[in-house]
């Protein structure tokens, strides 16, 4: 099971390195990164496989979520599935 | 492979343009709970419901948070209650308290199926339930009720029209205190759909299955922003936009609840394809039509922009779903949609505008507040107007009036959160229907009905 990490911001240093820790705390394995800048806001999509983390979903979200609010940036988890649905047919 | 602007679009979605999935409601059947002994009868149906049920908030919220797309309203709808009315005879208004109760111990938003068939005549039960839903709806917050007086199959049942104008005005009156709320869970259907997830005319058919999950999605703020990217294409880009909007929309309906589905080990039923506008800013069906070059909703070319929008919201969902049904399409209800409450104060949306319009999107004249002084027979006849533009276009049509008791010309509503508020719309109080309505007997079911 595969999860999209979703980081939007202004950008600073180390959000990836920030991220990254956090996700290896949880034993979430980082299979893609991507950053862009849109519209002047720091854009960063990582893809992390979430078979082997050492929490529920829901406590990985919680975590990120509390660093976004830390670092001030948006964080999203998200499930995937959402994406394929909406986006492939 | 994802896709990063899928994915960003994707988030910018959710978190600017209010896209959310507005409902899943799990549909129970009653059937098997009916017995002769009213007070044997509301326990059979708190037990079942509430067993049934149990589970529906939490795993809404568990779904919520996996894809981190909010559900705004976790509901049930129910068999008709005149049914089992119909076995267990009494006072309907205890199945009211204890749907109300069942509300409270699985926490659901709304529980809708106080609810009666009617549109060839009334059967045991049907009158007695009728004649009950305004002190029902007085006395409960979270049940709503609806009555089907008309269909393409059977035409109107014009005695049915004449109790409900009476039944909406009571309403209004017995919530006077509380903004005539009880009006505005109350909807007078022709040709209601029987898997409709959205309030306040959900119910669970009688050819539905034993208990199943319909999902109700949203999204007229993703649509208005898709459409600014396009300022000056023409119509047929519009289309196209909204349809391809719409297939990502529904597509997200169809993976909630085919996950709820799987959660609750109840089968899926079907997507509701639908507009479904909040009064938040940024989130009305109105703006989209204004957004289409329109300098306010209910001027001319409202009617074409609106069909042109229903249109595109059908075929773009159509092919996002595996099953659509419900009341799929566009909603325009006046209180909900912060465009069309503006329209309505400043007088450039009228309520014969709004029943044009109802011939092409997907429900009625819903949310409208009128005068308080408006007769029974005047709202009848509302209702009667509405049911033949639903009954001739085989399609169905609505009507949710509040008649603001005790208020002036110029003063508003509040009714908050999604119900919103709205000013009091003029109508033609001061000539009557009163004989037409008082005629009574039955329109009969118009050429469109035989199809066979």
Do not use: W
């Amino acid at each position: 099971m595969k999860a999209v990490i979703t980081v939007i911001g202004h950008d600073t240093v180390g959000i990836l390195a920030k991220v990254s820790t956090r996700c290896a705390e949880y034993n979430a394995n980082i299979i893609e990164v991507t950053q862009s800048v849109m519209e002047d806001l720091f854009a960063m999509v990582m893809l992390v496989d979430i078979t082997k983390i050492s929490c529920e979903f829901t406590d990985l979200q919680s975590a990120l979520m509390d660093l976004g609010e830390q670092i001030g940036m948006k964080i999203h988890v998200m499930h995937e599935d959402i994406f394929n649905s909406m986006h492939h047919i | 492979m994802l896709n990063t602007k899928d994915i960003l679009e994707t988030v910018h979605m959710i978190d600017a343009e209010n896209l959310d999935i507005r409902t899943i409601t799990m549909g129970i059947s009653l059937l098997d709970c009916a017995d002769s002994d009213i007070d044997i009868s509301c326990r059979k149906v708190y037990d079942k419901v509430c067993r049934l049920a149990e589970r529906l908030v939490p795993v809404g919220c568990e779904i919520e948070k996996t894809y981190g797309i909010p559900i705004i309203n976790k509901r049930i709808s129910v068999t008709p209650i005149a049914l089992l009315t119909a076995v267990s005879g009494g006072n309907p208004v205890k199945y009211a308290q204890t749907l109300e109760k069942i509300s409270q111990t699985v926490g659901v938003n709304f529980i809708g199926g106080y609810s009666a068939l009617v549109h060839k005549g009334f059967s045991a039960g049907d009158r007695e339930l009728i004649e009950s839903i305004p002190e029902a709806l007085a006395c409960t917050s979270h049940v709503c009720s609806s009555v089907n007086i008309g269909s393409t199959k059977a035409g109107i049942n014009m005695d049915a029209v004449g109790m409900m104008g009476k039944v909406v005005r009571r309403a209004a009156e017995l919530t006077k205190d509380d903004n005539c709320i009880g009006a505005a869970k109350l909807v007078v259907f022709c040709n209601a759909p029987e898997d409709n997830p959205f309030m306040a005319g959900a119910f669970h058919g009688i050819g539905e299955p034993d208990c199943e999950i319909n999902v109700g999605v949203s999204g007229p703020g993703v649509v208005r922003h898709a459409l600014q990217k396009c300022p000056d294409g023409d119509l047929t880009e519009v289309a196209d936009i909204i349809k391809k909007t719409a297939f990502k929309i529904t597509r997200m309906g169809q993976l909630v609840g085919t996950a709820a589905s799987e959660k609750l080990g109840v089968p899926f039923g079907i997507v509701d394809l639908s507009l479904a506008p909040t009064p938040a800013v940024g989130d009305s069906v109105a703006h989209i039509l204004e957004e289409m070059g329109l300098e306010i909703c209910g001027t001319h070319g409202t009617t074409a922009a609106l069909a042109l929008l229903n249109d595109a919201v059908k075929k773009g969902g159509v092919m996002a779903s595996s099953h659509v049904g419900g009341l799929s399409g566009a909603f325009i209800p006046v209180s909900e949609d912060a465009g069309m409450i503006a329209a309505a104060r400043s007088k450039d949306l009228s309520i014969e505008k709004l029943e044009a319009m109802t011939a092409v999107c997907s429900v009625g004249l819903d949310m409208i507040i009128i005068p308080g002084d408006t007769p029974a027979s005047t709202i009848s006849a509302i209702i009667a107007d509405e049911a033949a533009i639903g009954m001739v276009n085989s399609k169905t049509t609505a009507v949710r009036v509040i008649p603001a008791i005790g208020k002036q010309p110029g003063e508003e509503l509040e009714f908050g959160g999604l119900l919103g508020s709205g000013p009091i719309m003029k109508l033609h109080n001061d000539r009557s229907s009163e004989k037409f309505i008082s005629r009574g007997g039955r329109i009969p079911a118009p050429m469109q009905a035989l199809k066979n």
